[in-house]
């Protein structure tokens, strides 16, 4: 059936030669260009190759040549079909490249390579992340989509980062996370958006079923912060009722929150800030499991509760203890007792429950893995920052349910 069909298609894509009042088309120099001959090119189509024969002009000013059947089918300057090209960027978007050809071969009977793959996969990610670039663009100058009036009760703003492992020369003049060492990774700053409406019978919030979108980038935390922005309108945030961002603690992170969701309750991750007081049980008691336990059991309940004030006492006391006969640990203490005084406001955990709300980052967290992680840390991979932006752009916009937007964009155009 497919060499049937690549057979009727080779038929229909021999054109024939341009009457005599169609021998000339406009030139991008602003001169004629004039039909030369009928040029010859095989194309790879979701049927197989196909052979395609189509008027070539040529322009005598400039000297360029222009083939109009190649512009209205989609395949200028291109080894493929937008049909194949939709295939490997799926593919592409879901495993290395070079496994990729299984697939192909496999579910259509089409031989690629996996540098097509490559160059396909990135390309569609690299327009898909111009279209994004544009709307960021106009939201820049409060150009904002109108947004049909919604009820939501509930919209969550989730932000985190996550290493992404890039090639030497993405990386110069960086320093890397261990001293001395020069830097093997760049961070993709990941940020999710999804809207609640109930609770379950026991007071714990349900996120909406298809309520997450996600966007990423390895950029700047400003750059990054009118991207989350620009997707958490389209989502309809001027409609939410209560509005609430989730976060690490990341100062980044606050910053972006207070220039772009001012009014937006803030919520430290309640496992991030225990993570946090699981460190210090480490570092005072390194060699005693048990001790770090008996610690840590009072420390979290003052946390749980959101008592951080009298938690913040309890470190700096601690602090005061070991000031003398360990100095290092006594900084480190009061760094953590820095960093609870700071976000003490973002988490009062009991009130943020009392109203239903999320108080963990869980969301985005699986994002960085299934979103980054699962595609762009296999063992081995090492990216361009341009690369692993465009199969990010790729996979957000897969993962969104905002695909085959973009193919019917691309039909339309």
């Not at 947004?147 to 890039?166: A, E, F, H």
């Not at 430290?268 to 049980?281: C, E, M, P, S």
């Not at 008691?285 to 048990?290: A, G, L, T």
Request: hydrophobic content about 40%.
């Amino acid at each position: 059936m497919h060499q049937a069909g690549a057979c009727a298609l080779t038929q229909l894509l021999r054109y024939d030669p341009p009457d005599a009042d169609s021998r000339t088309i406009p030139c991008p120099c602003g001169h004629a260009a004039h039909y030369k001959e009928l040029r010859s090119r095989t194309l790879l189509t979701v049927v197989g190759p196909v052979g395609m024969s189509r008027p070539y002009y040529l322009c005598p000013h400039c000297s360029k040549g222009q083939i109009p059947a190649d512009a209205e089918l989609g395949v200028a300057g291109l080894e493929s079909s937008p049909g194949v090209r939709r295939m490997e960027a799926v593919v592409g978007s879901e495993m290395p490249f070079a496994p990729a050809c299984e697939p192909m071969q496999l579910l259509a009977g089409l031989e690629v390579t996996a540098k097509a793959i490559e160059r396909a996969a990135e390309a569609v990610g690299a327009e898909i992340a111009q279209r994004d670039d544009r709307e960021i663009g106009r939201a820049k100058q409060l150009v904002l989509p109108i947004v049909s009036p919604q009820n939501i009760p509930k919209m969550y703003v989730l932000v985190d980062g996550v290493q992404v492992p890039v090639v030497a020369a993405e990386t110069e003049g960086r320093t890397g996370r261990i001293e001395g060492q020069r830097a093997r990774t760049r961070e993709c700053k990941l940020g999710c958006v999804f809207t609640q409406t109930t609770v379950d019978k026991e007071g714990w919030p349900i996120r909406d079923p298809a309520s997450t979108t996600y966007v990423g980038a390895i950029e700047t935390a400003e750059e990054f912060g009118f991207r989350i922005y620009t997707e958490a309108w389209k989502r309809g945030w001027e409609w939410a009722t209560i509005k609430i961002v989730i976060g690490d603690g990341a100062v980044w992170i606050w910053n972006v929150a207070d220039r772009h969701f001012p009014g937006a309750v803030q919520i430290v991750d309640l496992y991030h800030a225990r993570q946090h007081l699981w460190k210090l049980a480490a570092l005072l008691h390194p060699q005693d499991p048990v001790a770090k336990k008996v610690w840590m059991a009072p420390m979290k309940t003052l946390l749980d509760d959101g008592n951080i004030e009298p938690l913040v006492t309890r470190l700096r006391e601690i602090a005061a203890e070991h000031a003398d006969a360990h100095p290092g640990l006594a900084e480190e203490v009061l760094t953590e007792a820095e960093y609870f005084t700071t976000n003490a406001s973002r988490m009062r955990y009991p009130e943020f429950r009392e109203k239903g709300f999320f108080v963990g980052s869980g969301v985005i967290e699986a994002g960085c893995k299934s979103v980054v992680g699962a595609r762009l840390k296999r063992s081995g991979m090492f990216w361009t920052v341009r690369g692993a932006n465009a199969i990010i752009a790729l996979r957000c916009c897969r993962l969104n349910g905002r695909f085959e937007d973009y193919w019917e964009e691309c039909r339309a155009s």
